[in-house]
């Protein structure tokens, strides 16, 4: 009971203190206790009838560094937290594996299911160290990538238009939910974040994109990951998002890109809500000097 | 007993250890996480800036020459919610860095930790390679 207590007064101790940006701005109707805190088990907000997806999200769940990176980790050398405070929700057996930011398929059996072309890809940016990680060079990730990254992301959910706006790198998402198809794979000019619409089944959001443009594109184009998992201009996104509590987001992610992947495959990704809190501006290219110091430029 | 208090231990690590800091850029490009140094000397400027914030140092050699050092730390909005402020390091602060080492052998490193000499408070670098970009 002791160990409860003091775990929880760490929690927010730390969810207390870290923040300080916009100052606190209670949002009007969330449901709350009686210290005033949001209830993050609480019942799903609803508009129109459907969920609402509306909110600041935040990835729940965190894997270790891959291998090259554990030497700056380990001896107490450890960073220190500057990512919103968020802790995994306890497991769900029923979920297909989740998602890993580093290399998305560590929990998949048997990982990734690479084509040959795909793992030349890979591994052609892994011996670069990832230095056209889109991340790193403040261009737009691949869908996962950016689901899975620290900075939080805020989606906004109108009748007709589902917009996610993604604090790293300013990306931005239209999400068509008027009832428009897909428009015909190969024939718009391929975007960065492609076409996306949506449809309810049910209580689930079902997002489909297509129209990427993919690892043939250019070099920051078609990461799935900091490891450089590719995707190819052929690929199709499926996301499954639901949001079940007041606090948690669900996203089921089914990548299908027959040039890249010898099968399609599902990966989850929990996101827990970032109640009370806004995104903080993040300007990338403000000073920008990655590139010039590695001497790529 | 013995097992519960370890659990609890285990736990508040477990808490500290699963909120890692951000990172924006590909560290292993950039840095060499086994070429640790650890420096101290006066802030000359603090770039406060995205993606990367960077302050610089004079650090005093052993033979009296003066060098100075940029050491990159996490973003802004990173450090903002570890509670940092652009206030919270000065120009003319003297400041002990623990930090990776730029693998092209400039005097450049990516900052870990930072502690300020007058105070002995720890500024926490939030270093950019933990959730590396």
């Not at chain 1, 070099?219 to 900091?226: A, I, S, T």
């Not at chain 2, 092209?104 to 502690?115: E, H, I, K, L, Y």
């Amino acid at each position: 009971m002791k160990c409860a207590v003091a775990l929880l007064a760490i929690v927010i101790a730390v969810s207390a203190t870290v923040f300080a940006q916009w100052p606190k701005y209670p949002e009007a109707n969330a449901p709350r206790d009686a210290q005033g805190r949001a209830l993050m088990d609480g019942a799903t907000p609803r508009t129109d009838g459907k969920p609402d997806l509306t909110g600041d999200w935040v990835r729940a769940d965190r894997d270790p560094p891959p291998a090259e990176l554990k030497g700056i980790l380990g001896g107490g050398a450890r960073g220190i937290p500057v990512e919103p405070p968020t802790q995994p929700f306890p497991p769900d057996p029923k979920a297909p594996p989740l998602a890993t930011f580093w290399d998305l398929g560590t929990n998949l059996p048997g990982g990734l299911p690479l084509t040959s072309t795909a793992a030349e890809v890979k591994k052609k940016r892994m011996a670069a160290d990832s230095k056209d990680n889109p991340d790193a060079n403040c261009m737009p990730m691949g869908i996962t990538q950016f689901h899975m990254q620290p900075q939080p992301r805020k989606i906004i959910q109108t009748p007709n238009l589902i917009v996610i706006t993604y604090e790293a790198n300013y990306g931005l998402r239209y999400i068509y939910t008027d009832g428009r198809r897909l428009p015909p794979q190969g024939e718009p000019q391929p975007w960065w974040y492609g076409y996306s619409v949506g449809r309810w089944e049910g209580d689930t959001l079902v997002v489909e994109t297509n129209n990427l443009r993919g690892a043939e594109s250019g070099p920051y184009d078609g990461w799935l990951d900091v490891r450089g998992s590719p995707y190819s201009e052929q690929a199709k996104f499926t996301e499954r998002f639901r949001r079940p509590t007041f606090g948690k987001l669900e996203i089921d992610v089914t990548v299908e890109d027959p040039k890249s992947y010898t099968k399609p495959f599902t990966v989850r990704i929990n996101q827990r809500l970032l109640a009370d809190e806004e995104p903080i501006e993040f300007v990338c290219n403000e000073n920008q000097q990655f590139r010039s110091r590695i001497k790529v430029d | 007993m013995r097992t519960s208090l370890a659990a609890c231990v285990a736990g508040i690590l477990l808490i500290l250890a699963s909120v890692p800091a951000i990172a924006h850029h590909s560290f292993a490009a950039e840095f060499d996480a086994n070429k640790p140094v650890k420096l101290t000397g006066s802030v000359t400027k603090v770039e406060w800036m995205n993606p990367h914030t960077w302050f610089y140092i004079d650090v005093k050699g052993e033979d009296g020459k003066v060098t100075n050092w940029g050491l990159e730390m996490g973003s802004p909005n990173g450090l903002m919610r570890n509670g940092w402020t652009r206030n919270s390091m000065k120009v003319g602060d003297v400041v002990t860095v623990e930090a990776s080492r730029a693998k092209d052998g400039s005097n450049n490193a990516n900052a870990r930790t930072v502690m300020l000499a007058s105070t002995g408070q720890r500024l926490f670098a939030a270093s950019s390679q933990n959730e590396a970009r």
